[in-house]
């Protein structure tokens, strides 16, 4: 899927012949880190009020030694071995190179062992802790929690009378969880699902259900594959109540799990819509936690990737609203989030492409063009050639009215290919446009004062095949002095079977034969 993207944002740039289905764009670089944490020094010092009053828990934190540690875990005296088990959750915190040291001394196993003690339940609890510890580490280091057998254990931990160890359970899986959809998979087919969410309650303490919500986002995580859709059936009803808590880690943690649901086809985009969140969703564009705010652009922006009926339905929220102030962020993530977002509406219907233009979101997008950041700058050009590929001739009017020639003109002088593609192509099709309004040399002279024709003929020269080409049949059609050397088909790039390839012309006809143009 990753390695077909760029393809299909291709296929977005011309509809001719196409679906709108294919028009769309999944996001291509959407991932975030993963997901994992550990026990901050506030909650370490919460924990220690458990620990003995004389302090002896605080000593051994520090100065238990590898080798005594493994003699005390293994010791028949149940004071000991807890005392070995804390001083082992301090050695794993905060990213200490003496995780790998516990691993090796083989104490994984022991500390699953004790997670079955329920008649020792402080045992249990440092146990899980630990546990949690190594497993928010490495791969390696989360595989060998895994390998040690403390998942099927952790899961039977979450229907626990002591709501610490529920807690810590669901902290534990939730970084196995997070670790990729192989042990999101293996944890699932253990069984976390249903008590996961039968602590989802009125009465679950804050703390406690912000663990419960990050944990179940962990397991709405990943693609390749995506959590199976019965799961996401049934964590549904439950990330819906979560999205109208009152607290707003709660509400940021779930609603990354919505993002994580609409990074998936239109069956898991339709189950959230069907949810009926999207109008909640849509608010949160009003956030003002930046973690809050960035997980809701990207849940909405996730939705209208899909159908056009699902597009519509974010529409008919009211999204177009928020997002001409979001476009005009100072903060870059959300600019590109928007623009990228904006480019999935404008590969919809032209109806569709109507409302952005009504929403007055066309000036904003044209000033992304103009902003330092490349990201932004893409992402808009993405949402400016969607429009000119789908719209009326006077909605791609529209554009040239609001000023997007300069922008455009001044991107022909960037590095990546692709993009230069589509920005030739959507020059093509806005001076096709001016055609039908009698504005052609109107426009023409407008690409030439911004430095355009230069830069078009310069990439005469590029060393990629489809800019050359894309640029040659651009001159020769508009600003050569026969004006009228190539069909405007011959400017947009078209998907075939074995790459991109351009309308009629020998020169297409060749790039076809060997192959055509592959990016």
Not at 249 to 278: C, P, S
Request: charged content about 20%; glycine content about 6%.
């Amino acid at each position: 899927m990753p390695g077909s993207r760029d393809n299909e944002r291709i296929k977005a740039f011309k509809n001719k012949g196409k679906d709108q289905e294919e028009m769309r764009r999944r996001r291509n670089d959407m991932q975030v880190e993963l997901r994992k944490a550990k026990r901050e020094e506030q909650m370490l010092k919460r924990r220690n009020i458990a620990a003995p009053s004389d302090g002896s828990a605080a000593a051994v934190q520090t100065d238990m030694a590898i080798p005594e540690l493994v003699q005390n875990i293994h010791s028949t005296e149940p004071h000991l071995r807890l005392m070995a088990t804390i001083a082992a959750r301090s050695l794993v915190t905060d990213q200490s190179p003496l995780v790998d040291e516990v691993i090796a001394a083989g104490l994984l196993p022991k500390f699953v062992e004790f997670l079955n003690c329920d008649d020792h339940p402080e045992l249990q609890f440092e146990a899980a802790w630990t546990i949690t510890n190594v497993a928010s580490g490495t791969r390696q280091q989360t595989q060998a929690v895994v390998q040690a057998g403390a998942v099927p254990i952790l899961v039977k931990l979450l229907t626990s009378q002591d709501p610490r160890l529920c807690e810590q359970a669901a902290w534990a899986l939730g970084n196995i969880s997070g670790d990729g959809p192989e042990l999101r998979d293996f944890v699932i087919r253990n069984g976390i699902v249903p008590p996961l969410i039968s602590l989802i309650r009125p009465d679950t303490p804050l703390e406690h259900l912000r663990t419960l919500a990050w944990c179940l986002a962990n397991v709405c995580r990943h693609r390749n594959p995506v959590p199976p859709m019965e799961v996401i059936a049934q964590v549904m009803p439950a990330m819906s109540q979560l999205l109208y808590h009152t607290d707003k880690h709660v509400v940021a943690e779930i609603t990354w799990a919505f993002v994580y649901v609409t990074d998936g086809n239109d069956e898991r985009i339709e189950a959230v819509v069907k949810a009926g969140v999207l109008a909640r969703l849509v608010v949160m564009l009003t956030a003002s936690d930046p973690s809050l705010l960035i997980a809701a652009v990207r849940a909405v922006g996730n939705i209208v990737s899909g159908t056009d009926t699902q597009t519509q339905a974010v529409i008919d929220a009211g999204a177009l609203n928020y997002f001409v102030t979001l476009a005009m962020s100072d903060d870059k993530k959300i600019q590109k989030e928007v623009a990228w977002t904006i480019s999935n509406i404008t590969a919809g219907t032209q109806p569709q492409i109507q409302c952005v233009i009504d929403a007055g979101l066309v000036p904003p997008l044209i000033g992304m063009l103009e902003r330092i950041d490349y990201k932004v700058q893409r992402e808009a050009a993405w949402a400016v050639t969607n429009l000119t590929a789908g719209g009326t001739k006077a909605q791609t009017m529209t554009l040239v009215n609001n000023g997007v020639i300069r922008p455009f003109c001044n991107l022909l002088s960037i590095q990546d290919a692709k993009v230069i593609v589509v920005l030739l192509g959507g020059l093509g099709q806005i001076l096709e446009a001016a055609q039908t309004f009698n504005r052609v040399e109107e426009v023409a002279l407008m690409i030439e004062e911004a430095g355009g024709v230069d830069r078009i003929e310069e990439l005469q020269d590029h060393p990629n095949k489809a800019v050359a080409h894309v640029a040659f049949h651009l001159i020769c059609r508009y600003f050569s002095e026969g004006d009228g050397g190539a069909d405007t088909a011959t400017l947009n790039p078209e998907a075939g079977d074995t790459g991109f390839h351009f309308g009629g012309g020998a020169a297409a006809s060749n790039m076809s034969n060997a192959g055509g143009i592959d990016f």
